[in-house]
């Protein structure tokens, strides 16, 4: 099976467990103002077999062996593909490697059936509880993201991810939005706090698309701290 992708990243290390074959699909229907990959939106011409990237990933799997890593599927949004993800991660579990999924949950939840029986755990990100400010962040409501999140914490470990960005998902009433939101899961979830950075305008610029958060700095540690300290008032302490 073949599937539409952007680009491959053979040492990553910020992308799930130990080192990782972080394999960036393409095609994502949200529309995140902080996008640092808007050139992942659509899904481009580019194409990759299954065989092909397994070929790929065993070439260097002493890596992800060496440091308890694997293959993790990113995007774009790598579960509008489900299908050939599901055949990826069957085919990489019968050689023992250790699958992740990085989602930012907008599919139909048929999507995540596809692939629930070949995948270890899953990075979710979420940017933004208040359903209004989503739809300004992301172009788009997050009912199903939330469905979908439930969803999937019940049956594989998730790290939910946010991201912070100073002055407009650092207030109280985000932070104790999201506190509520991960009390109210059906399983503990890790939280990963990802600062905003603006490193991605300049792709924003070479596409000739409007960056909309020029006015907003990147997050600072001190940024960071400060919704953790919050998070930890609140009672969420698994953070990474």
Known sequence: MQGYYHSIEHFGTVDGRGIRYVLFLSGCQLRCRFCHNPDTWQKGCKVISTEKVLSDLLHYRHFYDGSKGGITVSGGEPLLQSQFVAELFAACQKHAIDT?????????????????????????????????????????????????????????????????????TTTTEDIVALANLIHSLPAPVTVELLPYHSL?????????????????????????????TLLKAEGITNLI
Do not use: C
């Open 200 to 228: 991605g305008r300049q792709k924003w610029q070479a596409l000739q698309m409007k960056y909309t958060l020029d006015d907003v700095p990147d997050a600072t540690t001190q940024d960071v701290a400060s919704v953790a």
């Open 100 to 168: 992740t999924i990085d989602t930012a949950g907008y599919y139909d939840k048929q999507n995540i059936t596809d692939i629930l029986p070949y995948t270890n755990a899953a990075l979710f990100s979420i940017k933004a509880v208040n359903p209004e400010k989503h739809r300004w962040l992301a172009g788009l409501d997050n009912e199903q993201i939330l469905s979908n999140l439930r969803y999937l914490t019940e049956h594989i470990p998730v790290t939910l991810r946010y991201v912070v960005l100073p002055g407009i």
